[in-house]
């Protein structure tokens, strides 16, 4: 069974779209997270939910909005895409917020902006 | 900037043991080392963690130098299924953390 799901696997849109990437986690976990991972491989955090709340907002464009409904699922939604937002973006997800949490992540959502 | 340097690749036999260093000389008491790997189009799985004490799991051994600011992953009998990019992070804290993976280490498991 999959504990950290992702759809779409890949997306391929224009300039100037709006989309959505969807993730859901099925392990009870209270926090989960949003990577983008650039083509030089660095996966940097974008935005972390604990509990439906927004803990971490990285400096990332307001274009992108994340919203979790309900703890088992974190979504994001992206405004007027630029060619910059092409990436694999990551879901994750930990039991809580401690340090020793370990982070399970989902398979990726490939990005494509034309 | 990842606070973390790691050799860009390696090639190791299988089913002998893969030591992957990892230099974190910057680290802060109160971070610890974390390893990751990502096979191939899929998201980063975690390995194994550790804060100064050496660690062990059923996937691999972390050994910690005294004086923290360095750390090898220990694979002990590396399968093929091993092969992937491996990245050695710091971590202090969830909350407000900026976690960075680096470039990582790409483990290339020779037949």
């Known amino acids: 069974d999959t504990a950290v799901s992702q759809t779409p696997k890949y997306l391929v849109t224009q300039m100037g779209n709006d989309k959505s990437i969807k993730c859901e986690q099925n392990l009870g976990h209270d926090t989960m997270y949003w990577y983008k991972q650039d083509s030089k491989k660095f996966l940097k955090i974008m935005f972390s939910y604990n509990n439906k709340e927004l803990i971490i907002n990285e400096t990332v464009p307001n274009r992108f909005s994340p919203k979790s409904p309900d703890k088992a699922h974190l979504n994001l939604h992206i405004n007027s895409l630029e060619l910059g937002d092409s990436a694999v973006y990551f879901c994750?997800?930990?039991?809580?917020?401690?340090?020793?949490?370990?982070?399970?992540f989902g398979p990726g959502t490939r990005l494509t902006v034309l | 900037d990842a606070k973390t340097t790691q050799p860009t690749s390696m090639d190791c036999a299988e089913g002998r043991a893969a030591n992957l260093p990892c230099n974190h000389s910057?680290?802060?008491?109160?971070?610890?080392v974390y390893w990751y790997r990502q096979i191939h189009s899929q998201g980063p799985q975690y390995i194994i963690h550790g804060l100064k004490n050496n660690e062990t799991n059923e996937m691999a051994s972390l050994i910690i130098t005294e004086d923290r600011k360095s750390s090898t992953l220990i694979l002990p009998h590396a399968t093929l299924r091993d092969t992937a990019v491996y990245y050695c992070i710091v971590r202090a804290r969830v909350l407000g953390d900026k976690i960075i993976f680096g470039k990582g280490t790409r483990l290339h498991i020779l037949p």
């Open positions: 910057t680290i802060s008491g109160n971070e610890y």
């Open positions: 994750a997800s930990t039991q809580g917020l401690a340090i020793t949490d370990t982070q399970y």
